[in-house]
Nanobody, 121 residues
Framework: HVQLVESGGGSVQAGGSLKLSCVVS????????LAWFRQAPGEERDGVAA????????YYLNSVEARFTISRDNAKNTLYLQMDSLKAEDTAMYYC???????????????WGQGTQVTVS
């Protein structure tokens, strides 16, 4: 079982920045593709960014690629999402997620965090 605990959400004005953190249980951190998803009310849950074990390969949703950065701190078993130049359309619940081999799409995810709200006004 993989446990994921997010933190760092909040409210920010358009153009501002937030950094999300996700502490991952050690077994999951080393063996799983890790990702950030988001879901706005009435919308599907979309993959925002993903990083495979080792940190060499990444994926970004087109609309965030120039503004968001996914990273890992292996010493802390922690996944991050740095979000810059935030827009109102980035408002959503953000979820940390783990998939055994892939993690860009919701159907590839085996484990979810509880979510953290990001509101951009």
């Amino acid at each position: 079982h993989v446990q994921l605990v997010e933190s760092g959400g909040g409210s920010v004005q358009a153009g501002g920045s937030l950094k999300l953190s996700c502490v991952v249980s050690e077994y999951g951190y080393m063996r799983h593709c890790l990702a950030w998803f988001r879901q706005a009310p009435g919308e599907e849950r979309d993959g925002v960014a993903a990083m495979w074990p080792g940190g060499g390969s990444t994926y970004y949703l087109n609309s965030v690629e120039a503004r968001f950065t996914i990273s890992r701190d292996n010493a802390k078993n922690t996944l991050y999402l740095q979000m810059d130049s935030l827009k109102a359309e980035d408002t959503a619940m953000y979820y940390c997620a783990a998939g055994r081999f892939r993690c860009q799409q919701a159907q590839t995810i085996g484990y979810w965090g509880q979510g953290t709200q990001v509101t951009v006004s």
